[in-house]
């Protein structure tokens, strides 16, 4: 799960971001959802987590799943995360998200679940499939409802994981009276969806098969060049921007409109080759990243300032979280 997600409030506009740390961060994550949260945290209220919950619904190494967090934090607060203005908590320190999981839960059917696309990709590669990897959905729905987001900017793979959310939300606001905001979800702005380098039909990833086509936030200078410039193009001679017949130089384009401004398409009018583009992108993305790679490694030096953002984050995260749980235990039912 990587989405901003904004809403109105009192004070302005509240956007919520959740990262599954299940890899390391990549460039995609970067400019799709960690630049957007950071630049909007001035702007509104801002909540950031670490969906680490996320991560058990497969076979898991409990150690890398706390290094993957730990890591994930650290480039979080590195790339520009404003504790002193935004919320940023660890799923897991945070019970009420487990809390609403199960109310909502016991107003989801097991047909809406086992329709999940990613359920039925994700379990015929697995010989015993987690009951989580079945319900996690509606642990995304109560992510997405706990903090009453209204618009969930996400890609075509998560679609499907909006629309159980504003079904969920509906039919509890029918059988229990209104409790939740009703969310929708929105398209990804242009960058919002880096592509892989080596398969440019398919988007970066986090995972190890992925690699060669990925540019990692903490990929050393010497690897994003070797990477960008072995970046899969075509076989013209141009540079033009064109998504569909091009996808390999349009993705390049973005990527560098995404690092130094401008539109794609004007920028290829710079470029008289596939080489000279080349270049120009791998020392843009190196450049973006770079200072981001320096505060990471100072940062990392004190996990204990790490840690206790993340734990005083928690805290003030579970005030709001615990009103919209209070609400959904009175409407269901319960006594509180």
């Not at 009192?10 to 890899?23: D, Q």
């Not at 790339?79 to 609403?100: C, K, M, R, W």
């Not at 015929?124 to 996690?136: D, G, I, K, P, W």
């Amino acid at each position: 799960m990587t989405a901003t997600i904004p809403t109105s409030t009192s004070t302005g506009t509240r956007r919520l971001s959740g990262f599954k740390p299940t890899g390391n961060l990549h460039l995609g994550n970067l400019l799709g959802a960690i630049r957007p949260t950071i630049a909007g945290q001035y702007r509104g209220e801002t909540i950031a987590f670490l969906a680490d919950l996320h991560t058990l619904t497969v076979s898991h190494e409990p150690a890398r799943v706390r290094e993957l967090t730990m890591e994930q934090a650290t480039i979080l607060l590195a790339a520009g995360l404003d504790p002193d203005h935004s919320i940023f908590y660890a799923q897991s320190q945070v019970p009420e998200h487990t809390e609403l999981h199960y109310l909502l839960e016991c107003t989801t059917s097991y047909g809406e679940a086992h329709r999940m696309i990613q359920f039925k990709e994700k379990s015929a590669a697995q010989q015993q499939v987690r009951l989580s990897l079945l319900t996690y959905p509606v642990l995304m729905a109560a992510d997405i409802l706990l903090h009453g987001a209204r618009e969930v900017p996400v890609g075509d793979d998560q679609g499907q994981h909006v629309e159980l959310a504003r079904d969920v939300a509906t039919r509890f606001n029918t059988r229990y009276g209104h409790t939740f905001t009703v969310p929708r979800a929105v398209h990804p702005e242009v960058a919002s969806r880096v592509m892989s380098l080596s398969d440019p039909t398919a988007k970066m990833g986090k995972t190890s098969s992925a690699e060669a086509g990925t540019i990692f936030v903490l990929d050393p200078p010497e690897v994003i060049r070797r990477k960008v410039l072995r970046a899969v193009t075509d076989s013209g001679t141009t540079v033009e921007y064109d998504p569909e017949n091009r996808p390999g130089i349009a993705n390049l384009l973005e990527i560098l409109a995404a690092c130094v401004g401008g539109k794609p398409a004007g920028l290829a009018a710079d470029f008289t080759s596939y080489g000279q583009l080349k270049q120009a992108v791998a020392e843009a993305v190196t450049a973006l990243l770079h200072p981001i790679q320096v505060r990471h490694a100072e940062l990392a030096r004190d996990p204990g300032y790490v840690r206790r953002v993340l734990a005083e984050g928690a805290e003030r995260a579970r005030h709001s979280a615990a009103d919209t749980v209070h609400h959904a235990k009175r409407a269901i039912g319960l006594l509180v």
